[in-house]
């Protein structure tokens, strides 16, 4: 089964990195993998651009956080960072140099201003040999959050068939629904492929009792922890969205969008149903089970 990974470069906002990430999961599934240096960029715009000219002058390779242990087993990365100084950051050269690139495919997407890819590509390439590079995507800043479709477009273009590659069991994994019971009707909800909804769809059928909290989300504590190894350890709700936050080790239902989280692990989103989502506290107990 061919094995896939999104890693991108955190840096100055979530729009940068994750908004992207999360649409190209959406279309090919696989793991994501945040690319954190170990002295995070400055939050102010011209201060981090001014380091990262000075890293880009001094050639340096800024220490990370973190590396992907079983790295071999992956064969397709796509690979996300900003164009800084019409190259590669210097963050993403220390990632890359990490690891043997041999027989790997790396699809680059790369968010830039008016100065567009420059050598950002060529660069890559340098530094990647002997990966094989597929057709990049460049997206403007202001454009994020409008760039779905576009994202959309540029995956069919590469002519991968990626749920092929990925084998039934990808798509098994990716077509896991589970529905809560209702009086009077039911929630569907479509599952995320990732360790802490998989742990979820194990421990089902389940009776809960859902509370709400903050005025935007119905809460239901779990029991026990579910298994966050390997899962996305961040991410920005929309309402419909089922997640899990594990510091407290519950559950939530987000009726209103919100901001992005750290540690709150995204589980699934719901196809059908939602209009039930602000009375869902008034339920004396509903009932989640798995879709047949």
Known sequence: ???????????????????????????????????????????????????????????????????????????????????????VPMAVHSFVEEYDWSGKMVIPFVTHGTGGLASCIDDL??????????EPIGVYMDDIKSAQPEIQEWIAGLNIDLKQKGGREMAEKNDKKIRIVLDGGEIVVKMENNPAAEDLLGRLPLTMKFEDFNGTEKIHYLESSLDTAGAPDECTPK??????????????????????????????????????????????????????
């Open 239 to 292: 309402a419909g969205d089922l997640a899990y936050y594990a510091p407290w080790g519950n559950l939530a239902f987000f009726y209103q969008d919100f901001r992005n989280s750290p540690q709150l692990v995204p589980l699934g989103s719901i196809e059908s149903g939602a209009q039930y989502l602000e009375q869902f506290d008034e339920y004396a107990e509903v009932t989640m089970e798995l879709v047949p």
């Open 1 to 87: 089964m061919v094995k896939r990974m999104i890693a991108m470069l955190m840096i100055l906002s979530v729009a940068f990195a994750c908004v992207l990430a999360g649409w190209i999961q959406d279309e090919v599934g696989g793991d994501l993998f945040s690319i954190q240096v170990t002295e995070p960029y400055s939050s102010d715009y011209d201060e981090c651009l001014d380091r990262a000219a000075d890293e880009k002058a001094e050639d340096a390779r800024p220490p990370l956080k973190s590396r992907v242990e079983n790295m071999d087993s992956y064969d397709i990365v796509f690979l996300g960072f900003p164009n800084w100084w019409y190259t």
């Open 125 to 134: 390439e340098e530094a990647l040999v002997p990966a094989t590079i597929m």
